[in-house]
């Protein structure tokens, strides 16, 4: 058999730690996973550093810029418990030295090495509930996806968008997969058609998901709603009010 290259996730590293909170030791209290995932690879990204509190990242690394960052702006990213600079450039060349290593046996015809390769599931959704000609933000969710490595492209009515799109690094969840997420700015109207698309590394997966309008919610409908909901709230507080006074000036029978 020809050579075969090492392209799976190589150079997976993680470290899980349970911990509960403090309870008395005969009552049950639920258990918190927090995790820190280190991996490293052929396919851009090169290298990934994340942690992570059961399966929502808390915190992930920017290698070319050596920082820290959270994924939420209300957490510290420097916060002591951030691995040091310095430790994560002794990993990055620990898991580089690996990958070269594991690369060469892989080339070894007389080794056969399993691959492990996820089939990436994708999805496209709205970020607010839908209106005709309304400013909205389309989400395209790539989740099962491993090796963590794929490129998505954008197109409207079959023509490639690159204007209004941001995409997100790759997340580690739960049981060593990842999820990447990619957004499109759009204003959407009757007879739009949104595609998303991935491609992984090495041709292994092409993956495809469409998105119209579908059952948009009328403005009109919308504001007519709200103001009757708050009309009804209104009427209720105003005879629960004369219910109160009326009740309150009842005379009380002498005991």
Same mark, same amino acid.
């Given at each position: 058999?020809?050579?075969?290259?090492?392209?799976?996730?190589?150079?997976?590293?993680?470290?899980?730690?349970?911990?509960?909170?403090?309870?008395?030791?005969?009552?049950?209290?639920?258990?918190?996973?927090?995790?820190?995932?280190?991996?490293?690879?052929?396919?851009?990204?090169?290298?990934?550093?994340?942690?992570?509190?059961?399966?929502?990242?808390?915190?992930?690394? =920017?290698?070319?810029?050596?920082?820290?960052?959270?994924?939420?702006?209300?957490?510290?990213?420097?916060?002591?418990?951030?691995?040091?600079?310095?430790?994560?450039?002794?990993?990055?060349?620990?898991?580089? =030295?690996?990958?070269?290593?594991?690369?060469?046996?892989?080339?070894?015809?007389?080794?056969?090495?399993?691959?492990?390769?996820?089939?990436?599931?994708?999805?496209?959704? &709205?970020?607010?509930?839908?209106?005709?000609?309304?400013?909205?933000?389309?989400?395209?969710?790539?989740?099962?996806?491993?090796?963590?490595?794929?490129?998505?492209?954008?197109?409207?009515?079959?023509?490639?968008?690159?204007?209004?799109?941001?995409? &997100?690094?790759?997340?580690?969840?739960?049981?060593?997969?990842?999820?990447?997420?990619?957004?499109?700015?759009?204003?959407?109207?009757?007879?739009?058609?949104?595609?998303?698309?991935?491609? &992984?590394?090495?041709?292994?997966?092409?993956?495809?998901?469409?998105?119209?309008?579908?059952?948009?919610?009328?403005?009109?409908?919308?504001? &007519?709603?709200?103001?009757?909901?708050?009309?009804?709230?209104?009427?209720?507080?105003?005879?629960?009010?004369?219910?109160?006074?009326?009740?309150?000036?009842?005379?009380?029978?002498?005991?």
């Amino acid at each position: 058999m020809g050579s075969k290259r090492c392209n799976w996730g190589l150079g997976v590293w993680a470290w899980l730690w349970g911990a509960a909170a403090a309870a008395a030791s005969l009552q049950e209290e639920p258990i918190h996973w927090f995790s820190q995932v280190f991996f490293c690879q052929r396919d851009s990204p090169f290298f990934g550093l994340a942690q992570g509190l059961d399966d929502d990242q808390l915190f992930w690394f =920017d290698f070319p810029n050596s920082s820290w960052h959270a994924r939420l702006p209300d957490f510290d990213p420097e916060v002591p418990s951030r691995v040091p600079t310095a430790n994560v450039s002794a990993q990055r060349e620990l898991c580089r =030295d690996l990958l070269t290593l594991l690369s060469n046996i892989s080339n070894n015809p007389e080794v056969q090495l399993p691959e492990s390769k996820g089939i990436p599931q994708v999805e496209v959704f &709205t970020r607010y509930p839908l209106e005709l000609g309304k400013p909205n933000t389309l989400i395209c969710s790539v989740s099962n996806l491993f090796p963590p490595s794929a490129t998505i492209a954008w197109a409207w009515n079959g023509e490639p968008v690159t204007q209004g799109v941001s995409t &997100t690094q790759v997340y580690p969840v739960g049981g060593l997969d990842f999820e990447l997420f990619s957004y499109l700015e759009v204003t959407p109207w009757e007879g739009d058609v949104y595609s998303c698309s991935i491609q &992984t590394p090495g041709d292994f997966y092409n993956g495809l998901a469409y998105w119209v309008p579908r059952d948009p919610v009328p403005s009109d409908f919308l504001e &007519t709603l709200v103001c009757g909901v708050a009309i009804a709230v209104g009427i209720l507080l105003v005879i629960l009010g004369i219910l109160l006074i009326v009740k309150s000036r009842m005379p009380r029978n002498a005991e």
